[in-house]
């Protein structure tokens, strides 16, 4: 049978759980009537790898390709170096048999065996370390002049074209759709340039990085018909609808950037959506046995509510903020539980307000939800004892709040509004009730002075060693000023008496701007590398696991499943 609609997730990202654009999509061009096919070949690719054959042909074939395609960079030849003794040192460590066996019994839940011995457990830890790996190993193999060898991992790419290529010939879309965030990018326009000679039909790209860049993907990839900006459940099915009509009229159609007949593109403008439609995100089609967790991604509201903070550019991606009805969230969960038999979500919000939270736990134990859960608050006043008790009670058990600072005067340049009285109370509530917290921080923000690093390294290390948050890492991180940000724009106008000197950003996909500051570089960066020191040394005697962007909803179920006696753990 034919479809109207082909979505695709091109490699690179995690593959801990199934992201939410293509499924949202997919349920609003379903609910129109149309066929959809979802393809994630970013989760496909990369089991493939994680396999006895991918991973020894990693070994023995691409990483040695690359270290001669990559040669006279010592930056590469670094990198790949430290990635041939990582990858020696696995097989060594376990078999690359032994891994592919863990990642088979996590893909099919059997976490009791999987946490029943510690290593085991190790080698779970150890996929995700690998797909780390894999964002650098799949991007370097893509952007090569030279062709792949033959061999296991070269086959498995050129079975992404060639799947794809026989998915269009067969099924006859009128519309191929990529969503692309930035990492996303490099291996999508190749994606989309191997399939333009032998499709006819329309290829629109959407999503963070297609919303923050249109006109430069249309710039630099004339494969590309349409990119979508912003939120897209109404308008790509609207754009379906005349693809399918006898005189298509795109004209119209709100938050895209297309190309006339005359070459020029044009810009609709967006609107807002209305974010209560009555359809739940369609995860059909998609592998979802081989993700390594069973959690599933939702949302509750878009955009952020705070809006203020004057180094974030993450909000913007929709716009405007605004919620989901909580009635229609509680039907979004018990559909999902029940079709995908799944009792673990994170709720993506960018941020979720207290009067939202309150009216979601409420409705979560009312309907008596049996559900595990992670998402994202901030450090607000009214994060009380009552308002944690609730959280906890509806299945709240990480959460995620940035400080980004343990100083009063760094927060206020931020414009964070947060008191680190109430932070500390509010951790040590959170903490006594059982959560886990992970605090959200990074140094070197233009005005920060040595004095308050000090204080920030001191405050998170306390707490850390105190088990009242998450030990990991994102302190490390320098603050990165982005272009589109409020500082980023003070600084390019010299309005800014804390920065000496700005370059801005360069490239076509330039978003990040270098800076000078008053802080003492060589300070700065030793007293980073004596926390992360401690703090590891710190996490290897307690047998506390590293996290990171690729294992996101590990803790949930560690918290679930594993005896927090035996062996390693997350806190």
């Known amino acids: 049978m034919s479809v109207d609609v082909i979505i695709v997730n091109s490699p690179n990202k995690n593959i801990d759980y199934p992201g939410l654009s293509l499924p949202v999509l997919s349920a609003a061009l379903r609910e129109k009537g149309y066929r959809v096919l979802q393809i994630d070949y970013n989760v496909i690719l990369r089991d493939q790898i994680l396999s006895q054959h991918g991973l020894n042909n990693l070994l023995e074939c691409i990483v040695p390709f690359l270290c001669s395609e990559y040669c006279e960079s010592e930056f590469h030849l670094l990198r790949l170096g430290q990635l041939n003794d990582y990858i020696k040192r696995l097989n060594i460590s376990y078999r690359f048999s032994y891994l592919e066996n863990v990642k088979f019994k996590v893909q099919n839940q059997e976490f009791e065996w999987v946490f029943s011995k510690e290593k085991r457990f190790r080698a779970y830890l150890?996929?995700?370390?690998?797909?780390?790996?894999?964002?650098?190993?799949?991007?370097?193999?893509?952007?090569?002049?030279?062709?792949?060898?033959?061999?296991?991992?070269?086959?498995?790419?050129?079975?992404?074209?060639?799947d794809l290529i026989s998915k269009i010939a067969t099924d006859s879309p009128c519309l191929l759709g990529f969503s692309i965030l930035d990492i996303q990018r490099g291996f999508s326009l190749a994606l989309i340039n191997k399939i333009r000679p032998s499709y006819d039909g329309k290829i629109v790209v959407g999503g963070p990085d297609a919303t923050r860049f249109p006109e430069e993907y249309m710039k630099l990839c004339k494969g590309i018909d349409i990119v979508f900006v912003g939120e897209s459940e109404e308008s790509l099915p609207c754009l379906v609808n005349e693809l399918k009509s006898a005189n298509p009229k795109i004209n119209a159609i709100p938050?895209?950037?297309?190309?006339?007949?005359?070459?020029?593109?044009?810009?609709?403008?967006?609107?807002?959506?209305?974010?209560?439609?009555?359809?739940?995100?369609?995860?059909?089609?998609?592998?979802?046995?081989k993700y390594l967790t069973p959690a599933l991604p939702l949302q509750i509201s878009r955009g952020c509510y705070w809006e203020k903070c004057n180094f974030c550019i993450h909000y913007d991606t929709y716009g405007t903020y605004h919620k989901r009805n909580i009635e229609l969230v509680i039907n979004d969960i018990k559909n999902l539980v029940s079709e995908y038999k799944t009792k673990?979500?994170?709720?993506?919000?960018?941020?979720?307000?207290?009067?939202?939270?309150?009216?979601?736990?409420?409705?979560?134990?009312?309907?008596?939800?049996?559900?595990?859960?992670?998402?994202?608050?901030?450090f607000?006043?009214?994060?009380?004892?009552?308002?944690?008790?609730?959280?906890?009670?509806?299945?709240?058990?990480?959460?995620?709040?940035?400080?980004?600072?343990?100083?009063e005067k760094v927060l206020e340049l931020m414009n964070k509004k947060v008191s680190i009285s109430a932070t500390k109370r509010i951790i040590e509530d959170a903490s006594k009730r059982g959560f886990l917290l992970k605090l959200f921080m990074f140094h070197g923000?233009?005005?920060?002075?040595?004095?308050?690093?000090?204080?920030?390294?001191?405050?998170?290390?306390?707490?850390?060693?105190?088990?009242?948050?998450?030990?990991?890492?994102?302190?490390?991180?320098?603050f990165e000023l982005l272009r589109g940000s409020d500082i980023y724009e003070s600084c390019r106008a010299g309005k800014n008496?804390?920065?000496?000197?700005?370059?801005?950003?360069?490239?076509?996909?330039?978003?990040?701007?270098?800076?000078?500051?008053?802080?003492?570089?060589?300070?700065?960066?030793?007293?980073?590398?004596?926390?992360?020191?401690?703090?590891?040394?710190?996490?290897?005697?307690?047998?506390?696991?590293?996290?990171?962007?690729?294992?996101?909803?590990?803790?949930?179920?560690?918290?679930?499943?594993?005896?927090?006696?035996?062996?390693?753990?997350?806190?």
């Open 497 to 571: 008496k804390y920065v000496k000197k700005m370059w801005e950003s360069s490239g076509l996909f330039g978003i990040r701007g270098q800076y000078v500051s008053d802080i003492n570089d060589t300070e700065t960066i030793k007293l980073i590398n004596e926390f992360v020191i401690n703090i590891k040394k710190y996490m290897e005697t307690e047998k506390i696991y590293n996290t990171d962007d690729e294992n996101v909803m590990l803790d949930l179920i560690v918290m679930e499943h594993k005896n927090p006696k035996k062996g390693w753990h997350c806190i």
């Open 126 to 162: 150890e996929l995700f370390k690998i797909n780390r790996a894999l964002h650098y190993i799949i991007d370097a193999c893509i952007l090569s002049h030279t062709e792949l060898p033959s061999g296991f991992i070269a086959d498995s790419i050129e079975g992404i074209f060639s």
């Open 255 to 289: 938050g895209i950037y297309y190309r006339k007949k005359s070459g020029a593109v044009r810009n609709n403008k967006s609107r807002p959506i209305d974010f209560n439609y009555n359809q739940s995100p369609d995860f059909h089609g998609l592998p979802l046995k």
């Open 380 to 407: 607000e006043k009214g994060l009380n004892k009552n308002r944690l008790d609730r959280i906890y009670s509806a299945g709240g058990r990480v959460l995620e709040l940035g400080l980004e600072s343990a100083s």
């Open 344 to 378: 673990y979500f994170h709720f993506t919000d960018d941020c979720i307000s207290l009067a939202l939270a309150d009216k979601l736990t409420e409705s979560i134990i009312h309907n008596k939800l049996d559900i595990r859960w992670l998402s994202y608050f901030r």
């Open 445 to 478: 923000y233009p005005g920060e002075n040595i004095n308050e690093l000090k204080e920030t390294i001191e405050f998170t290390q306390k707490r850390i060693l105190e088990k009242k948050i998450r030990a990991f890492f994102p302190l490390r991180n320098r």
